[in-house]
Structures are given as structure tokens and as C-alpha cells.
């Protein structure tokens, strides 16, 4: 199946430093990807949409200021929490969907802690 | 109410055993729906997509019953490979480009013991 690849995988960081997030789509393009939160025991939330060559498009309640997404390429999508704070650590994960193949495939997911 | 629910558990059950998720939904518009699997600190992997006829992959049974916006995945002959959470995912399109934004569930953790 087609693969997604998420760098770094873990990530500490000091509060009020920015942290960038990479997801890539290996052996397919993919116009959007999308970025998931996940706090433990709680279900993964979408945050926003990442869209190649124009702006993204958040969910409701989710900062664009703080969570800065660009999708460069037609193979990759960055995430930045900027001046992270310890609330925003989580477990962040990118998916991107092949065209028509019916399946979503997720990254690995990177988690992040700030202290 | 939320729009994706499941019973989060945990189940504790033995090898061979079977044991049944459920799963209710609110948006009665939904298209889409589908169990995926998530191990402690990775990423979900789609295990089987919901038909309304239901549908059966070697133990995994998963039933959808839209009048009752309700779906269900059934493990028969549990493994101890089988432990993991249990996302219960259902999109409200049909696909293309609004594939991604899927709604989880919190997920169901299963505990299969010796």
C-alpha cells in the first residue's frame, strides 16, 4: 500500500520554541493532507487541512497562527506549533488519501513534549 | 452527544475468545464507515471498511445498520496479537478530497490475555 512518512517521530522541546513536523507521501502525490491531534486516551481531532499551493484550511477552535501548515510539494506537508507551550503536547498525525484508492494512510505520528 | 461513540472499555478477554464492539454514530448523512486499529504510541491502520451488507474478513465480522446509525465489529478466536484500540471512524462523505476528514471514535481497547 502507499506509504506516508512522519519526521521526527519524537520531539522535546523547551516552552516557547517552535517545532516543525514533517509528512510526506513516499510513492504518491497527494494534493491534501491532513493533520490530526491526538491527547492520550482521547480520539484523534482534525485540525486542519493542508492544501498544495494554497493556504490551508483549519477546524474550528484550531489557532492557524499557531499551527502554521504548508504544503510546498505535491509529496509533502509541514506542521510548526509555534512558541509551543506544554498543553500542545500530543501526538500529531498527518494522513493523505491516494486518488481513488478508498483508503486513508496515516504517518507515523510524532510526538511531541514540551516541558 | 458526540458523533462518533464507543463503549471504551477496556475488554479483558482470553485467547480464542469472541468478543463484539459497537459503535453508534450522530450524522444521519454519513457514507462512509470503517474500523481501524491503533497500537499503544503508533499510527491507526484501517482494518476493515463497514458495508450495509456486512462484511467478513477471516475473524473480523463488521456489520452497519444505518436506520439504527449503529456498527458493530465482531473478533472471533482472539489472538493475543489482537490487543489493541479499536477506532470506530466514519465519514460523512463519500470521498474524494473530503476522504480525510474523518470522525473517530475514542476507541475501544481490547486486552487479550493467555
Known amino acids: 500500500g502507499a506509504v506516508v512518512s512522519q519526521h521526527p517521530s519524537w520531539v522535546i522541546c523547551k516552552s516557547g520554541t517552535s517545532v516543525k513536523i514533517e509528512c510526506r507521501s513516499l510513492d504518491f502525490q497527494a494534493t491534501t493532507m491532513f493533520w490530526y491531534r491526538q491527547f492520550p486516551k482521547q480520539s484523534l481531532m482534525l485540525m486542519a487541512t493542508?492544501?498544495?499551493?494554497?493556504?490551508?484550511?483549519?477546524e474550528q477552535g484550531v489557532e492557524k497562527d499557531k499551527f502554521l501548515i504548508n504544503h510546498a510539494s505535491l509529496t509533502l506537508s509541514t506542521l510548526t506549533v509555534t512558541s509551543a507551550h506544554p498543553e500542545d503536547s500530543s501526538f500529531y498525525i498527518c494522513?493523505?488519501?491516494?486518488?481513488?484508492?478508498?483508503?486513508?494512510?496515516f504517518g507515523e505520528g510524532s510526538r511531541l513534549t514540551v516541558l | 452527544r458526540k458523533e462518533v461513540e464507543q463503549d471504551p472499555g477496556p475488554f479483558n478477554v482470553p485467547e480464542g475468545a469472541t468478543v463484539a464492539f459497537n459503535c453508534t454514530y450522530s450524522?444521519?448523512?454519513?457514507?462512509?464507515f470503517f474500523w481501524y486499529r491503533q497500537d499503544c504510541r503508533k499510527e491507526p491502520k484501517l482494518l476493515m471498511s463497514v458495508y450495509s451488507s456486512g462484511n467478513e474478513d477471516g475473524r473480523f465480522t463488521a456489520q452497519l445498520n444505518r436506520a439504527s446509525q449503529y456498527i458493530s465489529l465482531l473478533i472471533r478466536d482472539s489472538k493475543l496479537s489482537d490487543s489493541a484500540t479499536y477506532l470506530c471512524v466514519v465519514n460523512p462523505n463519500a470521498g474524494g478530497t473530503s476522504y480525510g476528514k474523518l470522525t473517530f471514535g475514542q476507541g475501544t481497547i481490547l486486552t487479550v490475555h493467555p
Open positions: 450524522n444521519s448523512a454519513s457514507q462512509s
Open positions: 494522513s493523505a488519501p491516494p486518488l481513488n484508492t478508498g483508503e486513508l494512510f
Open positions: 493542508s492544501n498544495e499551493g494554497s493556504k490551508a484550511t483549519y
